[in-house]
């Protein structure tokens, strides 16, 4: 598609419980970006594909975030027992190159109460 | 640290006036600056993005600036209109691997 698709728009989850997020990047975008945007926009790298391939996962928590990028399927990005300071905006964004252009999703809102 | 700091926060301006945004960063080594415009609810977007090379860029009404010497840039809207109300991003990107470090951004509101 013309624009990065993310999915759902919102999503609300207990704390402890998982939460799964989608993102389909533009086609021909062989890059894909996670970043968690908290209050007053401070955006958070969190980890980059290269196609299927980790390309930088410097800004994950790893312990219970984990996000995959599959041939023929939309990206996901995985919190294991989620936290309440989990609750944040998600934003996918896909670029054609490592260095050229991000086009950002709409975001995944998440709650966690 | 890498950091990319904005001025001011947020700003009211009337439709039809002409403002300035701010933006100080410290990421190191450079590649390229970017401004983004985000509405309410949604995602960011591109508005300019520059080079080291690069003094100034525009995109309509928007015109962005960068001294690469004193890692400054600066993002000014022309005759704003109603619908430039929303979050202006400044966001610079590190030389290698295309990690994005994002300002806080700046809030604007424009009021007829």
């Known amino acids: 598609g013309e624009e990065v698709a993310q999915t759902p728009k919102h999503l609300v989850r207990g704390e402890g419980q998982k939460a799964k997020l989608y993102c389909a990047p533009i086609k021909g975008h062989s890059y894909v970006f996670w970043y968690q945007q908290v209050l007053k926009n401070e955006f958070k790298f969190l980890i980059s594909?290269?196609?299927?391939?980790?390309?930088?996962e410097t800004g994950m928590p790893k312990e219970r975030f984990s996000a995959k990028c599959l041939p023929n399927s939309p990206c996901s990005l995985e919190i294991q027992a989620t936290k309440l300071e989990d609750s944040a905006v998600y934003f996918c964004?896909?670029?054609?190159?490592?260095?050229?252009?991000?086009?950002f999703g709409p975001g995944t809102r998440l709650t966690v109460t | 640290k890498n950091q990319v700091e904005q001025s001011p926060q947020s700003l009211i301006i009337l439709e039809g006036k002409n403002c300035t945004l701010q933006?100080?960063?410290?990421?190191?080594?450079?590649?390229?600056l970017r401004w983004y415009k985000q509405d309410t609810g949604r995602g960011p977007v591109s508005l300019t993005i520059m080079t080291f090379s690069e003094n100034t860029k525009s995109n309509g009404r928007y015109t962005a600036t960068l001294d690469a010497d004193t890692k400054q840039s600066s993002l000014h809207i022309t005759a704003s209109q109603l619908s430039d109300s929303a979050s202006y991003i400044c966001v610079v990107s590190e030389a290698a691997g295309n990690k994005l470090t994002f300002g806080g951004g700046t809030r604007v509101l424009v009021k007829p």
């Open positions: 933006c100080n960063y410290t990421v190191s080594p450079f590649s390229n």
């Open positions: 594909f290269q196609n299927e391939n980790v390309f930088d």
């Open positions: 964004a896909s670029s054609q190159g490592r260095s050229l252009e991000q086009y």
